[in-house]
């Protein structure tokens, strides 16, 4: 746990001072301080977020993820050659660039909401509820850009597998699940179709936000059909439950990959 | 006394074999030259014996530990790269601190190439605004600075100018006098004449020669390492 630390502690020293760090985070503020003096209204200023968190966040993740696993080949194979264990380099490099990326989501998103403290009076638990989607679609985004990195040598190959990925999940995915419902549409799909939406993180946190906001209805067909079938509180639980899940999964894989790489 | 000893070595990438069947034993407080055309395996066995690359079979033991995994006998490595490279927003003194946090050491400040690369200067001065030369300084630095029982060279010379050349293959020979064991490869011939006692050679993964240099350029009645080496080459068996 000791190296682990130090090795997370160099990485953000290095990670808060890049530029591309400083850059995301100013357009994080900027683009929230644009849409709460523009919009004026709390609701909308949420769910405009809710995109926010949905789209850019998981794309900035991945990209971020898989650019610095290539740039930093050098250094990775340079650092297993000390007396350091394989997996706690995994782990610091990972860490470092999820506590990076998640501060830089949180200033940005938290300081212009604090300069319009008033508004959001009504909505702390839902700009909560956005902050902690936020993480979570960071840290799997940057699990998976992590995974296809390592486990692709080839670095257009692994970049192109990454904006596919981001692709799949926030647009082709929903097509596809459209799609199913419409050439069944005479069977009961509810179960179905939630079954099918966990398999999807980004759904799983524009569910949390739609459940907690009560304004399942109008975001969808699926959010609908989880909050008719489990009601706010349970739909929530497992959402965050799934979530988890997927934040866990590429870690694991990635550090099994890893651990059995030739450098 | 042995410091690195293959046994059986083979490494497989897909269906290419980088190295195919290398047993060696080298000696320990001694230079030994690794030398060979690209693609011969010299990096593959390098980063086997870094535990970087994974053996498909074989074994190898450094200073007694057969490596399975294990990362503590790196303790007494020092590795110094063809290019490393570090985060690009830590100074050269945090790089330092980054490493000697890492071995729980603390490392020699006052060692002899800080001073005479003259680099206390850069100590401030964040990786990306370095020159490649002066990384690579800190690269050799970084090998020697924890006073290593073993240190693997892998082309060090390469992108530094003749002065500062001169000062490592002066610090690798005087280190070598310490007895300390040092495994070098380059392709500058006459650099590795020059400080090297043992060579071995390698071609398409196997080895060609391990003796003395001297015997080798002997055997091949060549007038120095590079002759003798082109001779390997071209067939002449020794």
């Known amino acids: 746990m000791k190296v682990l630390s130090k090795i997370v502690k160099y990485q953000l020293q290095d990670a808060f001072r890049s530029?591309?760090?400083a850059a995301y985070t100013l357009f994080l503020i900027v683009f929230s301080y644009g849409l709460i003096s523009l919009t004026g209204d709390s609701s909308k200023v949420v769910l405009s977020l809710m995109n926010l968190v949905i789209t850019i966040v998981p794309l900035i993740s991945i990209v971020f993820g898989t650019v610095y696993i290539y740039n930093s080949r050098d250094?990775?194979?340079f650092m297993l050659s000390q007396p350091i264990d394989r997996k706690i380099l995994f782990l610091g490099v990972y860490l470092g660039m999820c506590i990076s990326l998640a501060a830089a989501f949180i200033t940005g998103i938290i300081l212009p909401?604090?300069?319009?403290?008033?508004?959001?009076?009504?909505?702390?638990?839902?700009?909560f509820i956005v902050l902690i989607s936020g993480?979570?679609?960071?840290?799997?985004?940057?699990?998976?850009?992590f995974y296809i990195a390592i486990k692709n040598d080839n670095k257009l190959k692994g970049f192109g597998i990454s904006i596919f990925c981001w692709l799949f999940f926030t647009v082709i995915f929903d097509g596809i699940l459209l799609m199913i419902l419409q050439q069944f549409?005479?069977?009961?799909?509810e179960k179905v179709s939630l079954l099918i939406i966990s398999i999807n993180p980004i759904?799983?946190?524009?569910?949390?936000i739609t459940l907690s906001y009560d304004i399942s209805s109008l975001m969808g067909y699926t959010s609908a059909v989880i909050k008719d079938i489990y009601g706010t509180g349970w739909g929530s639980f497992i959402t965050i439950l799934l979530l988890t899940v997927w934040a866990l999964w590429p870690l694991l894989l990635g550090l099994r990959n890893f651990n059995r790489k030739d450098m | 006394m042995t410091a690195i000893t293959a046994e059986n070595l083979i490494k497989d990438f897909g269906d290419f074999r980088a190295i195919d069947k290398i047993s060696l034993s080298i000696a320990g407080g001694e230079i030994t030259a690794i030398v060979g055309p690209n693609g011969s395996g010299k990096t593959t066995f390098i980063k086997s014996i870094l535990g970087l690359v994974k053996p498909t079979s074989g074994n190898i033991i450094v200073n007694g530990v057969k490596l399975n995994g294990t990362f503590k006998y790196r303790e007494q490595i020092g590795y110094m790269p063809q290019q490393a490279s570090f985060p690009e927003n830590i100074t050269v003194k945090e790089t330092i601190d980054l490493l000697c946090d890492i071995r729980n050491k603390t490392g020699d400040l006052s060692e002899e190439l800080i001073n005479k690369f003259?680099?206390?200067k850069e100590y401030n001065k964040k990786i990306k605004t370095l020159s490649g030369g002066t990384k690579q300084k800190l690269n050799a630095v970084i090998a020697f600075i924890f006073d290593p029982e073993i240190l693997i060279l892998d082309e060090p010379t390469a992108g530094l100018d003749p002065y500062a050349s001169g000062i490592l293959k002066d610090k690798i020979l005087s280190v070598r006098k310490g007895g300390k064991t040092i495994l070098l490869t380059s392709h500058i011939l006459s650099e590795l004449e020059d400080m090297a006692e043992n060579v071995i050679f390698l071609l398409e993964g196997s080895i060609r020669y391990n003796g003395k240099v001297n015997d080798l350029i002997e055997r091949t009645s060549s007038s120095n390492l590079e002759r003798a080496i082109a001779s390997l080459i071209s067939g002449v068996a020794v």
Not at chain 1, 185 to 189: G, H, K, R, S
Not at chain 1, 203 to 208: K, M, Q, V
């Open chain 1, 19 to 21: 530029r591309w760090l």
């Open chain 1, 75 to 77: 250094y990775i194979v």
């Open chain 1, 135 to 145: 993480i979570f679609e960071t840290i799997i985004f940057i699990g998976l850009s």
């Open chain 1, 203 to 208: 759904d799983l946190a524009r569910i949390w």
């Open chain 2, 118 to 120: 003259n680099l206390q």
């Open chain 1, 113 to 127: 909401i604090l300069f319009y403290a008033n508004y959001f009076v009504n909505n702390l638990a839902d700009i």
């Open chain 1, 185 to 189: 549409q005479d069977y009961p799909l």
